[in-house]
């Protein structure tokens, strides 16, 4: 998914395309990559924390069960009482919106202070297509929420999510940090698996210096929770067609 800085209605339609960020984390194939090419060294990913000799034999057990209280498998509604519960926010602040490709239907909040250090987030609950139950939910921070966004904080942010999912009992097989995507402008900062499969993903995007001239488009970070990686409940063409 590229993050530029478009108009918040188009941020949050392509926050809602559910397979992006999954190809993009199954895209970057090496267990653990350097930090990030971002426009100063100040906006770095820095490396990974090691973690203590027997921390995550010792931690329990990782489970990805949706965002707080809202639960993959809920409906609609149910996800709007999640969100009402979790945030105060109710009835016109939360916004549905239908991607016309995967014909999925998102619900979609702000939140001002999600993260500390990190500024304003967009958050998008995705119902599938197929069930109409929650999936997946993506979370954003940086250039497209917040145009103003501090880099520092921002990359400050990714690493400390990092080194909290770290702790968390993820399963070592596939684990994924600080891994380099393409030209290395997106990076993924944590990929982690529960027994199930269930996926949660972090991306931090630096875009490029488009040249001397033009500054730098400020940074964005994504933070995914997946029910089904592999098998999102996305509208896909029958073979044969």
């Keep these: 998914m590229p993050f530029h800085r478009p108009a918040l209605g188009l941020t949050l339609a392509a926050l809602a395309l559910a397979g992006t960020l999954a190809g993009a984390a199954q895209a970057a194939t090496t267990d653990r990559g350097p930090a990030p090419a971002a426009p100063a060294p100040a906006a770095q990913a820095a490396p990974a924390t090691t973690a203590p000799a027997g921390a995550a034999e010792a931690a329990p057990a990782a489970k990805v069960t949706g965002f707080r209280s809202a639960r993959f498998g809920m409906s609609g509604d149910e996800v709007a009482k999640a969100i009402a519960k979790d945030f105060k926010i109710e009835g016109k602040d939360i916004r549905r ?47 497209a929420v917040n145009p103003k ?92 067609f």
């Excluded at 968390?168 to 944590?190: C, H, I, K, T």
Aim: charged letters at 20%; a negative charge.
């Design 97 to 143: 919106e239908t991607n016309a490709t995967e014909r999925t239907t998102s619900l979609i909040v702000k939140v001002d202070d999600l993260q500390t250090g990190a500024g304003p987030a967009v958050v998008a609950y995705i119902l599938g297509h197929s069930t109409q139950k929650l999936f997946q939910v993506n979370i954003l921070w940086g250039g």
């Design 149 to 240: 966004v501090d880099p520092n904080a921002l990359v400050g942010a990714a690493n400390a999510l990092r080194n909290y999912f770290v702790g968390q009992g993820y399963r070592q097989e596939g684990m994924l940090l600080n891994a380099p995507v393409g030209d290395g402008s997106q990076v993924v900062v944590f990929r982690g698996t529960d027994s199930q499969g269930r996926m949660s993903l972090l991306t931090l995007a630096v875009p490029p210096k488009p040249s001397d001239d033009t500054p730098a488009l400020p940074p964005s970070m994504q933070l995914s929770y997946i029910e089904k990686p592999n098998e999102p409940d996305v509208f896909r063409i029958e073979k044969g």
